[in-house]
């Protein structure tokens, strides 16, 4: 077991953009792709999430990083909890004793719900399995059980698999990504709010018809409703708003400072370039998905469509997404300053809001309207959660010997505003194996339903295959 454990942990430390190429790589040779193709398609999803971390880390998490924090000192905000990031959280996370199983055994559960047909994807994101650990690592310093943590950790991917096959069809159309889903651990946990919003919306005469679209926007105003445009031009609020000056200056400290009009560029760049990095992720996976579909239709007549569980970067894209996301970000800032009780300061997690409202897009059709309200209210929500989580991934920290930067207390937008990890985590706290119980059963509960709709699903796709051959 150990050998399997140190296997598994060194292929994740490779990172998404190696361990990517090598999954696929196999899993098309395995589906009858060949190994030549198969290979192709791995390399050419490595690169694509090389170009979307490239973008997503440099112009967001470190131009848009360094204005956010010119904000925050030069509105005097003043919050105790550093937000350190999805990379500090993941590597907290899978530091943890729940983290060094968490690969083996996440691909163990997933292989049984293929089986037991009580889920549809074919989660081959093994990365981001480290939402899972997460969950487990702070349930574990919660109930001083590290048991515990590990059936945190499998309750948490049973749910988010079924989040993942409820909203495939929705991924496919909206975004434009056939055969795919996103069993997403952040992502994926915003799905059942923005479903709610969704059906609140509806019920409320004059806001149900209110739709604002990007792409109605590009016919309404032409090249100014584009979203590179859209991009600078949020750019440029949040370099005024920062007191950048229109000429790049230097800081006491000999650091340059950009200007209105870089930070006005970069944001542009951001919607140009992280459509295009989806776009070579796509190219890249379509011959294993197809490989893969073709695979299961041929081999379990009983089953219905599988899809390939991908990373929630395959959707950022979209330009109702950047957009909202490029929205929320100044109004995340505002929101840390005014609510009450709020002590984490929005800083590196800041370029994860595109992941963050990857499901939402679909499940408000595109309406960026729903989708802004949808995203105010997570990261209302998900402040207080930080918040709340704060003393627990302090804890983790310390527990893997992490360097906090001389942080007294540290959280994170992803995962540590993650609701579906607070509900988990804080029925441990209070209710102990109770409250392990009972997400447990409502996580069975959910695998049940699905099954049943994943059959029905079947048995409706195979009668008409059955009728068209008929009609031939």
């Known amino acids: 077991m150990d050998a399997i454990v140190a296997f598994f942990s060194g292929v994740s430390s490779l990172g998404v953009s190696v361990v990517m190429p090598i999954v696929l790589t196999i899993l098309g040779v395995l589906f009858g792709a060949g190994f030549g193709k198969s290979l192709k398609a791995g390399l050419t999803v490595g690169i694509g999430f090389i170009g979307l971390n490239l973008v997503i880390n440099q112009l967001m998490g470190t131009d848009l990083a360094a204005g956010v924090t010119a904000m925050v000192e030069r509105f005097g905000l003043e919050l105790s909890v550093l937000d350190v990031g999805w990379p500090a959280a993941s590597a907290i996370a899978m530091g943890s004793i729940v983290g060094t199983i968490i690969i083996p055994l996440g691909l163990l559960v997933n292989i049984v719900m293929l089986l037991t047909n009580t889920t549809q994807t074919a989660d081959v994101d093994i990365w981001n399995y480290w939402h899972f650990a997460f969950t487990g690592a702070l349930v574990a310093i919660v109930t001083n059980n590290v048991a515990f943590g590990i059936a945190a950790a499998i309750i948490n991917e049973v749910i988010v698999l079924i989040i993942g096959d409820v909203t495939a069809p929705m991924v496919e159309e909206s975004l434009g990504l056939p ?63 920062a007191g950048y000056g229109f000429l790049p200056s230097t800081a006491a400290d000999g650091t340059t400072v950009p200007s209105v009009l870089s930070m006005a560029v970069y944001m542009g760049a951001v919607m140009v370039l992280i459509p ?112 709340d989580l704060s003393p627990l991934i302090t804890s983790a920290a310390a527990n893997v010997n992490f360097d906090m930067g001389g942080a007294a207390a540290i959280s994170s937008i992803c995962d540590g505003a993650n609701p579906l990890t607070w509900v988990i985590t804080r029925a441990a706290s209070f209710l102990g194996p109770i409250g392990l119980v009972v997400t447990g059963v409502i996580a069975v509960a959910l695998a049940i339903w699905n099954r049943q709709r994943i059959l029905k699903e079947a048995a409706e796709m195979h009668a008409a295959e059955k009728s068209a051959e008929s009609n031939e």
């Open 179 to 241: 055969g795919v889903s996103i069993p997403h651990g952040f992502a994926g946990a915003y799905a059942p709010i923005a479903a709610v919003v969704n059906w609140i919306i509806d019920k409320i005469p004059g806001l149900n018809k209110i739709d604002i679209n990007v792409r109605t926007m590009q016919k309404k105003f032409g090249v100014f409703g584009e979203p590179v445009l859209l991009g600078s031009i949020i750019g440029l609020l949040i370099g005024l708003l």
């Open 276 to 387: 295009k990095m989806a776009a070579l992720l796509m190219e890249g996976l379509m011959p294993v998905s197809d490989a893969a579909s073709a695979f299961i239709q041929k081999r379990f007549q009983n089953r219905g469509k599988i899809y390939i569980g991908l990373d929630s970067a395959v959707g950022t894209g979209h330009p109702v997404t950047l957009t909202m996301a490029l929205i929320l970000v100044p109004v995340s800032i505002f929101l840390a300053f005014i609510l009450p009780g709020n002590k984490v300061v929005p800083l590196a997690d800041l370029a994860c809001i595109p992941y963050m409202l990857v499901l939402v897009t679909p499940i408000v059709h595109e309406n960026g309207f729903r989708g802004l309200i949808t995203g105010v209210i997570v990261l209302a929500v998900g402040f207080y959660i930080a918040t």
